[in-house]
């Protein structure tokens, strides 16, 4: 935040991406603060730019009450990332009170110094809207299925039959919020619905009736806490075939929605429908959103590169928000008029009464009509004026029995150790409170416990906390989960103070000891120190994940990251293997961290993610679910567990099943096998370890990667090259062979089960899969791929060195689709798969290669030409050197032998230009030189033929280098003179 207005984005990936936002109003409150004496947050200087909630309420909660006090509606939402600050903005936390209270507790100090001839009518509601049903957090009687929303001509749309409480008193609202935020906790811990999810919206009406003048303004003030921001996000499905989160995303999808009609409607665009009536929220706020209100919208924001995204999305929500143009109008009062109207007709119904006399039947029969209508009206403005005196008279003896009850429970802390609720939303924490009297108290859903507790995988009868001798202690009730400090327990176990406690699937609790052993340092067990307990008695720490660089000491964020997100899932998945129990699904989900070194061919190691595997019971199927997919499935699961619970038909068809997917590969580890030989032209004979994501042995993989030739053969020791470089622009053939695998542990769990084998070269499209292999613990697979790389670029040289091939092992189960590449995609080359070319070589250019190969057969041809004609001119002097040596033996006598022997040796020299060797050499070798020389220069023509015909077919096109058909004859020739 450059100034007050500015907003500043920095790219984490890219720092020199920078991102700038205009707003009316823009705070930082991240650091820069310190307390005063009464605990509040201020600025720390005149430096650090903190803006405290003071500063807040100054400039936006001063402006909700300057327009209600003018009569105009007043809207303020909270939107934004969950965790980014919109409760703490609104509600507040501690001695830092939010805008809610401060507008609540401004409202009544400005009441009580106003004028005595002006009466202010102040009501109270509070409602929370989670999964498009609608709570009164208010009312003591639950309807399962929520308030409805209805339509009135007049007022627009409301909540039928929602608790509107008469307040006179800022002490008497502060009490009805704390006992909405404990409803809330209550439901919440009930379904484990946390507030993050849920949007809660509190409407203050204000009315001022001026005595003396007969005036009247009213205003309904909405203050909106919205649900957190990333739910709304299509990615929470990503890779789901099930529809995107449930009713849980509608009401901030269709916020979204509506917020950019209105803005397109304020700029001008043509709108044919704003889509109000898609969900609870909007309907609930359409007057706020483009109506008769004056709104405002909080954007909060967090500083963390890893919410660089949320960040970046909510603030583009707010600039499209500011757009919109509501037309906000001084309202009067229905109630009122109608007032001034009865009193105008009863002065009617008098003045016709007083004038009537006393004259006939007739006469008689009007004036009981008239006494009739004005008795009436009467009434109809007696019921209207003594209401509010009613209502506030009911309320205040209702408040007074809170009172009794809050001030027991005060007393009761002061004697009895406790257990209170810890939440992930700060504002639910400590809001309830189960005393642990002397003697014994069960623990559970039945009324008939001493201690009645709601909440996922809590029994009838939970537990039993006993209280004996100043001992308080845990006992779980059989196959009951009772997890104290992160260990579960079976056991009678003695609780020590700040002990945490976990009851079911996900019921958090501090246990608070006897007054004597209270310490007041408990603002550290929180939602996450309770979560951290949990992963650590998992084997998962901050320590383990590998946060820490040893370079530097520093902690890298993104392992951090993946912690959070750990922690985070780690309830929820607690909280779906027990749905999984009650709706017998049969499944057991755990939570899984996934190395992403495994995928990375340069080995880098603090690459991870969160995944979840699941695990049918019975059939032993597996599927991984990416976090984003889990997250979603999670909603959809709570849809049909919540029906189970109103005792509502749970059939659904298997495609619309959360809890069961399509079987499919599963991905069990990789190996990388590093390329560094194949750089120096070496053998690579391997037997590599298979690695699951958590980096234990899945299985153990033989593999060799073997320079050759074009033809396939091994390259021997004479073949090594000292310099890569060397290979730079020239061919390089090799192969890899998959051999065997061997221990697989998919196997062992499960004979039935199969593998393949994928891995992927250097640039190659699509991943290459070996067959199938099926119940074979030690699976022979035996296969070999050859691969061409026709000039050998740097970048490729490089990649030979410095990266390893990964090799992915992926098991199948009956009745999945195998792994499977279509080479169509792939380019071939001598019916070997052709690398180190694919992203430059396009089908033109692959003619033009077509036609640079046949070109360069033919300078080879021209070469062998000038080897044929030289091999003849051998030919024909070693002829002419028979012939004379015959002549010459023939009159030749035996002591002569060394004589022409010296002959022959000299012409020999002569006839090959000094090439043949400086020894007695028998006539007989002659002809077996020139033989094998022949034989050697037919294959050369032979193989030189073969290609040159294959290239033929291509059918390239015209080039100058090519040569002329009559040339074909030519290339038999030296076949003619073999056969000569």
């Known amino acids: 935040m450059q100034s007050g207005t500015t907003t500043t984005v920095h790219d984490p990936k890219n720092p020199e991406h920078i991102k700038t936002f205009t707003f009316d109003l823009a705070y930082w409150s991240h650091s820069g603060f310190q307390r005063d004496k009464d605990g509040i947050l201020i600025s720390a200087g005149s430096n650090s730019g903190f803006a405290g909630q003071r500063d807040v309420f100054r400039d936006l909660g001063q402006g909700v009450l300057d327009s209600a006090w003018q009569g105009y509606n007043a809207t303020l939402l909270a939107y934004g990332q969950t965790g980014s600050g919109k409760s703490y903005s609104m509600i ?47 009312s003591k009687t639950k309807k399962p299925e929520g308030l409805k929303v209805r339509e009135d001509h007049h007022q627009g749309f409301y909540v039928d039959g929602l608790t509107s409480v008469p307040c006179d008193s800022y002490a008497q609202i502060e009490r009805l919020m704390e006992q909405g935020i404990k409803a809330r906790t209550t439901a919440a811990t009930s379904m484990n619905a946390t507030s993050s999810r ?60 509506v ?78 008029k109608l007032i001034k109207e009865l009193k105008a007709e009863n002065n009617r119904l008098l003045s016709r009464f007083a004038g009537l006399g006393n004259s006939g039947k007739r006469v008689a029969d009007k004036t009981k009509e008239l006494e009739y209508l004005l008795a009436k009206n009467q009434l109809r403005l007696q019921t209207i004026q003594i209401t509010w005196e009613r209502q506030l008279e009911e309320t205040q003896k209702e408040w007074e029995e809170q009172y009794s009850a809050v001030m ?236 189970f619970l109103d005792g509502e038909d749970i059939h659904v068809a298997q495609e619309d099943d959360p809890f069961w997917d399509p079987l499919e590969a599963v991905h069990l580890g990789s190996a990388h096998i590093w390329l560094q030989s194949l750089a120096y032209c070496m053998k690579l004979e391997e037997q590599a370890e298979l690695l699951n994501s958590e980096g234990l042995e899945e299985a153990i993989l033989l593999i060799n990667i073997t320079p050759c030739s074009r033809t396939g053969e091994a390259y021997g020791e004479d073949d090594v090259v000292i310099d890569p470089l060397e290979l730079l622009g020239k061919r390089i053939d090799f192969q890899i062979q998959i051999i065997q695998c061997l221990g697989i542990k998919w196997l062992k769990e499960n004979a039935r089960r199969g593998i393949q084998i994928g891995y992927k070269v250097y640039d190659l499209p699509i991943t290459l899969y070996t067959k199938p292999v099926w119940k074979n613990v030690n699976a022979k697979i035996e296969e070999t791929v050859h691969f061409v790389a026709l000039n050998a670029s740097h970048e490729f040289l490089s990649y030979l060195q410095k990266n390893a091939l990964i090799v992915d092992l992926w098991g199948l189960q009956e009745g999945c689709t195998e792994l499977n590449c279509t080479h169509k995609d792939l380019i071939t080359w001598e019916g070997n798969i052709l690398v180190d070319n694919m992203k ?52 030749c006598g035996p002591g002569q032998d060394h004589k022409l022997s010296s002959a022959s040796r000299t012409t020999a020299q002569g006839a090959s230009h000094r090439d043949a060797p400086q020894m007695y050499i028998p006539r007989t070798s002659y002809d077996a030189d020139f033989a094998k020389a022949l034989k050697g220069f037919y294959q050369s023509m032979n193989i030189v033929q073969g290609h040159f015909l294959k290239l033929r077919h291509n059918r390239p096109p015209v080039s100058k280098l090519l040569l002329p058909s009559s040339m074909g004859k030519w290339i038999f020739s030296p076949i003619h003179l073999a056969a000569s």
């Open 92 to 138: 507040g936390y501690g001695a830092d009170k939010g805008l809610v209270p401060n507008v609540c507790e401004e409202l009544f100090k400005a009441i009580e110094n106003k004028e005595k001839n002006q009466q202010y009518q102040v009501t109270f509601s509070m409602l929370e809207i989670y999964n498009e049903q609608v709570r009164d957090l208010l």
């Open 198 to 257: 849920s949007h809660m919206v509190i409407t203050i009406q204000f009315k001022q009736v001026f005595l003396d003048g007969d005036l009247t303004k009213q205003s309904i003030i909405n203050l909106v806490d919205l649900a957190g921001s990333e739910r709304q996000k299509s990615s929470g499905s990503e890779g789901d075939r099930l529809r995107e989160g449930s009713r849980v995303n509608l009401s901030l999808t269709t916020l979204g929605n």
């Open 259 to 336: 917020i950019s009609a209105l803005a397109d409607v304020a700029m001008g665009k043509r709108v044919l429908h704003i889509p109000y009536r898609n969900s609870v929220l909007t309907r609930l706020l359409q007057s706020a959103l483009g109506g008769n209100s004056k709104t405002i919208m909080i954007a909060a924001i967090s500083p963390a590169d890893i919410c660089y995204e949320e960040t970046l999305s909510t603030l583009r929500y707010a600039e499209r928000t500011k757009k919109i143009k509501n037309k906000a109008v001084i309202n009067t009062s229905p109630t009122e």
């Open 408 to 643: 027991q429970e005060q007393q009761m802390t002061k004697a009895f150790p406790y257990l209170f609720n810890v939440n992930e939303d700060p504002q639910l924490t400590g809001v309830l409170k189960h005393f642990i009297q002397a003697g014994s108290s069960d623990v559970g859903q039945a009324t008939s416990n001493k201690i009645i507790l709601q909440g996922l995988g809590i029994s009838d009868k939970h537990a039993t906390f006993t209280n004996i001798d100043g001992e308080v202690t845990v006992t779980p009730q059989t196959k009951c989960r009772v997890v104290v400090n992160g260990v579960p327990t079976v056991t009678k176990t003695r609780l020590q103070h700040l002990d945490r406690v976990i009851l079911g699937s996900n019921s958090a609790y501090l246990y608070i000891g006897f007054p004597s052993e209270r310490s007041k340092d408990w603002a550290r067990f929180d939602y996450d120190f309770f979560q951290s307990e949990l992963a650590a008695a998992e084997g998962v720490s901050v320590d383990k994940l590998g946060a820490v660089n040893n370079k530097d000491g520093k902690v890298d964020p993104s392992v951090l990251a993946v912690f959070q997100d750990y922690i985070k899932l780690i309830p929820l998945v607690a909280e779906a293997n027990q749905m999984s129990e009650e709706l017998m699904k049969g499944l057991k989900l755990e939570l899984r961290v996934k190395n992403l070194a495994s995928s990375d061919s340069k080995g880098y190691d603090l690459q991870k993610e969160v995944i979840v595997k699941v695990t049918n019971r019975e059939t032993q199927e597996v599927w991984m679910w990416s976090k984003a997919k889990f997250i979603n499935r999670k909603y959809l699961m709570e849809e049909i567990y919540q029906h």
């Open 840 to 891: 430059t070589l396009t089908a033109q250019e692959a003619n033009q290669a077509t036609s640079n190969q046949m070109a360069e057969l033919y300078l080879k041809l021209l070469k062998l030409e000038q080897e044929t004609e030289l091999l003849r001119n051998i030919n024909r002097a070693l002829r002419e050197e028979n012939v004379l040596l015959k002549d010459s033996l023939k009159g």
